[in-house]
């Protein structure tokens, strides 16, 4: 087994040391039962089993279920005009439960009851936005509130 040498071009780390002189690890381990980071609430919705398909599908991309509903969310509520859904008949419903940050719970409760009819269609909407390719942003929402110039 090769044993350690020094490289000049990489000087040893510096480790932190408490007061009685002994070194401890720069992150604290978490253990069961404490809270998630950042505080995440379950929430249960009743949704379109193509619109549960499809944020299965994009989840890989986005790391979890709920952070591909989350990004679904916020490009929802920053379109100037709400996207059209088709009306799903009562039998392809699914009820599922992601875990979301508590401003995206109060985000999609926002555009169910002002753009949409229930929450399945605002999460059916959120993967339909998540496909977008031309995105029209309103100005409120790009940095500073500064129009995009055409060139």
């Known amino acids: 087994m090769p044993k350690f040498r020094y490289n000049p071009a990489m000087p040893p780390r510096k480790r932190k040391t408490n007061k009685a ?8 381990p ?15 919705y009743t ?5 549960y398909l499809a944020i299965r ?18 490009i929802l509520s920053r379109l100037e005009d709400p996207i059209p859904v088709k009306k799903s008949g009562k039998t392809s419903k699914r009820r599922m439960t992601y875990k979301l ?31 977008l390719k031309n995105l029209r942003l309103t100005k409120k929402s ?10």
Do not use: F, M
């Open 30 to 44: 978490r253990r069961r039962g404490e809270p998630d980071t950042p505080p995440t609430v379950a929430k249960s």
């Open 47 to 51: 949704l379109p089993v193509s619109a």
């Open 57 to 74: 599908e994009v989840a890989w991309l986005y790391g979890s279920q709920g952070r591909a509903v989350q990004v679904g969310a916020e």
């Open 21 to 28: 002189g002994k070194t401890s690890p720069q992150w604290k």
């Open 101 to 131: 940050v508590p401003s995206t719970v109060e985000l999609i409760r926002k555009l169910t009851n002002s753009a949409y009819e229930s929450s399945g269609e605002t999460l059916e909407a959120c993967v339909q936005a998540l496909k």
């Open 142 to 151: 790009l940095p500073g509130g500064v129009k995009k110039s055409a060139g």
